[in-house]
């Protein structure tokens, strides 16, 4: 669980309801290919419901990176 790199370090962080989310790393061997940033709650009201789903995310598919914006992204990409 993490702060879905929202944290700042400042005091203003004290006042925003955090979003957290879920990290999960996608390795083919060793080599890291791909990474998704699931937004699961806030620190302040806990579960998101609707708003749940990718904060962040990319795939690595025959040497091009490729962002994601949702999580249905994922699908377009053919080869890994």
Not at 2 to 24: A, F, H, K, S, Y
Request: proline letters at 1%.
């Amino acid at each position: 669980m993490t702060d879905c790199d929202e944290r700042t370090g400042t005091t203003e962080d004290r006042q925003r309801n955090m979003p957290l989310c879920v990290e999960v790393e996608i390795h083919e061997g060793t080599r890291q290919v791909g990474y998704l940033s699931l937004l699961i709650e806030n620190e302040k009201f806990g579960l998101v419901g609707e708003g749940m789903g990718l904060y962040s995310g990319f795939v690595e598919a025959k040497g091009a990176r490729i962002d994601l914006r949702k999580l249905n992204d994922i699908l377009s990409v053919k080869e890994w």
